[in-house]
């Protein structure tokens, strides 16, 4: 049983271009989460998805940056217009239920913009 | 606010000798706290969880203890080997909430 997937693992993009994460949660798990990380810190969440919901983006901000889960396929994070202040790892975590139920994540993509 | 923080940011303990790891939580609604550990490069792997009714919690070399009346959770490491050399999180759940929230986290470096 394959763990969550993410690709690409590094993506360097300049400024001004955009970058898209890709995320296969564990199968039969139908949750997604998106954190992302800056060197020495804790996760941030950003988004949690069910297929072709957005259930919470509290965490997203709200320019430049989107997320889906489409009902085939992989969940898939997308940052418009880069700057080098989106610069960190964004992981995905998954789950089978949601809210207390253990996330499973994956081993990030991180993203260098220059 | 809420918030989920840890007393060292490093911890450097001997091999063999047991670990301590602690973590502060500001929210008293919180129903599931988690541990995890994170590799260099790595994501996060669950290693132990608790919820609120419960004071303790063991695993394998692990244990989790909670303590409501002062919001504090420790991750004890039994034994403690170079491959547990990490970063740990703390993470909290409020009950029915959809977000885990994550401290800082604590270096452990074990010396061989």
């Known amino acids: 049983n394959a763990g969550v997937m993410q690709n690409p693992r590094h993506l360097v993009r300049r400024r001004g271009q955009e970058a898209r994460l890709r995320c296969s949660p564990m199968?039969?798990?139908?949750?997604v989460y998106w954190y992302r990380q800056l060197p020495e810190e804790g996760l941030k969440f950003m988004v949690y998805?069910?297929?072709?919901?957005?259930?919470?983006e509290s965490g997203m901000p709200k320019e430049r940056f989107s997320a889906e889960f489409p009902k085939e396929g992989p969940s898939i994070l997308r940052i418009q217009q880069v700057v080098r202040g989106d610069s960190a790892a964004y992981f995905c975590?998954?789950?089978?239920?949601?809210?207390?139920?253990?996330?499973?994540f994956g081993p990030g993509t991180r993203l260098l913009v220059l | 606010g809420e918030s989920v923080g840890l007393h060292l940011p490093t911890l450097s303990v001997q091999e063999g000798d047991n670990s301590i790891i602690n973590c502060a939580y500001s929210?008293?609604?919180?129903?599931?706290f988690i541990w995890y550990k994170q590799e260099s490069g790595k994501g996060p792997q669950f290693i132990i969880d608790?919820?609120?009714?419960?004071d303790k919690r063991q695993g394998q070399r692990v244990t989790v203890l909670l303590n409501k009346t002062v919001k504090h959770l420790s991750l004890q490491i039994a034994a403690t080997q170079p491959g547990d050399s990490a970063v740990y999180f703390c993470?909290?759940?409020?009950?029915?909430?959809?977000?885990?929230?994550f401290g800082a986290g604590t270096r452990l470096f074990v010396k061989a």
């Open positions: 975590a998954s789950s089978p239920q949601r809210s207390q139920e253990t996330q499973y």
């Open positions: 199968k039969g798990h139908s949750h």
């Open positions: 998805l069910q297929k072709e919901n957005i259930i919470d």
């Open positions: 929210n008293s609604a919180s129903a599931y």
């Open positions: 608790i919820r609120s009714n419960m």
């Open positions: 993470a909290e759940n409020y009950d029915g909430g959809f977000k885990t929230i």
